[in-house]
């Protein structure tokens, strides 16, 4: 698994090429990009702050689970913070299977516990203000 | 020693990033922590309050023991 946390952009399809996965019959990604708009607001920019030695634990278990439940063979998640401007890529998450169906469902698992469990919080900013973004509580704190 | 941090909203309403508190000689709980470093202000806070201890989730009925990091913030928004 490789996890990456970064200000940095990334380039999702160089990423993925330069790992060769032995066995993969299949490759989901998915790439989170900065909204333009929000609630009728202009987003300009959005500051992403995160708690990085929770967030590199968070995401290595939310990673094994994934690999675990779904038989990834690998995972890769890339996650930038600090500023990043309207349309900017956020976050990379691509996984490698022997078969389309795990490989599908584990990219989405990892996506899904990304927003409820990994401890980014994103402010929004327009040209009204800054705004935090609402945020999600994990499902067994709930 | 007890390290606390609070991230996001919770670093802004307390202005506190990090601080350190020594054990107690009884056991606490993150509430009993959270009391110590937020004081009447507890009520402005995010509701819910997510609590992480040695960087897992936990609870405000957490133990929290000497040596511990314990974290205070809002519900989360990555990806």
């Known amino acids: 698994m490789i996890i990456r946390l970064q200000t940095a952009d990334f380039d999702p399809e160089r990423e993925a090429q330069a790992l060769d996965v032995k066995g993969a019959g299949a490759r989901v990604s998915f790439v989170g990009t900065v909204r333009d708009t929000a609630q009728d607001r202009r987003i300009e920019a959005l500051e992403i702050e995160h708690y990085p030695e ?8 939310i990673g094994t689970a994934a690999q ?26 691509t996984v490698w299977s022997a078969h389309r169906a795990g490989a599908f469902a584990g990219c989405q698992a990892i996506v899904d516990a990304l927003k409820t469990r990994a401890p980014f919080w994103k402010k929004e900013i327009s040209p009204e203000g800054a705004v935090w973004v609402p945020g999600q509580t994990p499902q067994d704190l709930r | 020693m007890i390290t606390v ?15 350190t508190l020594p054990p107690s000689s009884t056991p606490q709980l993150a509430s009993d922590i959270l009391r110590i470093v937020a ?32 974290a205070f913030f809002p519900p989360v928004s990555g990806g």
Do not use: W
Request: aromatic share 2%; glycine share 4%.
């Open chain 2, 39 to 70: 004081g009447a202000r507890t009520t402005d806070l995010p509701k819910p309050l997510l609590v992480a201890i040695n960087c897992e989730h936990a609870s405000l009925t957490s133990p929290v023991k000497d040596g511990d990091e314990i």
């Open chain 1, 68 to 93: 675990t439940t779904h038989d990834l063979l690998e995972v890769l998640i890339i996650h930038r913070y600090g500023r990043l401007q309207s349309h900017e890529r956020i976050v990379l998450v």
């Open chain 1, 54 to 61: 929770m967030t590199r634990a968070e995401l290595a278990r």
């Open chain 2, 5 to 19: 941090r609070c991230f996001a909203t919770v670093r802004e309403i307390l202005g506190c990033e990090t601080r």
